[in-house]
């Protein structure tokens, strides 16, 4: 089949051999839990970002479940956050007992409005939650100077944005550094980079570190490795509740060797995301993502709003005869049946920005490996099907 023919997907992973042997590595020595791979990885990850430490777990829900726990949010406490992201923000929140309290978003970039929070925050607020939606950073000098006035702990949800930055004090550093207090990210394969599933904290605050580790194995006193490598026997204890969300040793050899590709893919796809801004820049009333100065975006995702009158479904059919896959635009939490069961602090009415991304806005394929042919493939079919 020719590659005008081809399906082009919307996201595809690129791993290949080194991945394989890296995963054959681990299987081969014996150890394929949690373990020395899995230090390795972390080392590199908090090198990488910048940050003090890196704490790997088995997805980015587990990691914002231990975010939050950590800082200290219970039963009955409130955390603000925003309705439009994938569902697992929220979720995290609740797994804690806790009420999530949404704030709408910027209608450019998709992230949270930091002028609407101080009016979400109460007396039980515990910690604010935002998420870099798409890859895109928030702007966290903003949030934190509304979160440090109320002594609020601030949880960035980075599952799509390893390898973005963000312009901090005249210098480019990368989102997980943190500049919060905690990041959390995601190795899913819709990601930049994948472990086929997997996640990772990263943080300065030691005690927390600690904290993480003890909580993803069950609350275990001492780690396999040391009781591996001991020269007595030690019998572990488990002194506080702990949970299963560990991340396998095969999972971290392909992420140190999917980390040493992120630049070269970050670079590709802020091409790739040039081209679209290029050609798409002259359909009329078709709205393209803004990147503020002061961020740069590993353009995870590449979503558009559609012209007035333009409607969203037969977009994506129109493009999905023409075999281009695309996504509607982020799903709002506050939808779905699942957050319909009590009556959230928020209504819809307040959340008109996260509704109408969700409704007039789509995702246009994005990957590593898209040629610029299928690139214009898909711009076409785009320009064809808005057309109203």
Not at 18 to 26: K, L, P, W
Not at 349 to 368: K, M, N, V, Y
Request: hydrophobic fraction near 40%; aromatic fraction near 8%; proline fraction near 5%.
């Amino acid at each position: 089949m020719s590659e005008q023919m081809q399906n082009i997907p919307i996201a595809k992973p690129w791993i290949g051999e080194s991945e394989a042997a890296a995963a054959g590595r681990a299987i081969m020595s014996g150890w394929v839990t949690q373990g020395p791979e899995v230090a390795a990885f972390e080392q590199e990850f908090a090198t990488y970002v910048g940050a003090k430490h890196a704490c790997a777990v088995s997805n980015c829900t587990t990691a914002l479940h231990l975010a939050l726990l950590t800082v200290g949010v219970e039963p009955g406490d409130e955390v603000i956050t925003v309705s439009h992201s994938y569902i697992a923000t929220a979720n995290s929140i609740r797994y804690c007992g806790a009420i999530p309290i949404f704030v709408d978003v910027e209608p450019h970039t998709y992230n949270i409005n930091p002028t609407l929070i101080e009016a979400a925050i109460s007396d039980r607020t515990r910690a604010i939650l935002v998420v870099h939606q798409m890859g895109m950073p928030c702007d966290l000098k903003a949030i934190l100077a509304v979160a440090r006035r109320y002594n609020l702990p601030v949880i960035e949800d980075a599952a799509c944005a390893i390898g973005s930055e963000i312009l901090w004090d005249g210098q480019w550093e990368k989102i997980g550094k943190p500049h919060g207090d905690i990041a959390c990210f995601s190795f899913h394969p819709r990601k930049v980079i994948t472990t086929g599933d997997g996640g990772m904290l990263t943080t300065n605050n030691l005690e927390w570190d600690k904290q993480f580790r003890l909580w993803r194995q069950h609350g275990m006193s001492v780690p396999d490795t040391v009781r591996h490598g001991a020269k007595q026997v030690i019998v572990e204890s488990y002194p506080m509740l702990g949970y299963n969300y560990r991340m396998t040793d095969i999972q971290a050899a392909v992420g140190r060797e999917q980390l040493k590709r992120l630049p070269e893919i970050v670079e590709r796809r802020r091409y790739l995301q040039e081209r679209y801004h290029e050609q798409l820049s002259d359909v009329p009333g078709l709205k393209l993502p803004t990147e503020p100065n002061w961020a740069k975006s590993n353009w995870q995702s590449y979503c558009v709003r559609l012209p007035d009158g333009c409607d969203q479904l037969p977009v994506m059919q129109a493009m999905l005869d023409a075999g281009i896959s695309t996504r509607r635009g982020i799903m709002c939490a506050h939808r779905e049946e699942a957050y319909q069961i009590e009556a959230w602090s928020c209504g819809s009415d307040r959340l008109l920005e996260s509704e109408g991304a969700t409704d007039r806005a789509i995702i246009l394929p994005l990957f590593h490996q898209m040629t610029e042919a299928e690139q214009d493939r898909a711009i076409a079919v785009l320009k064809t099907a808005t057309q109203v």
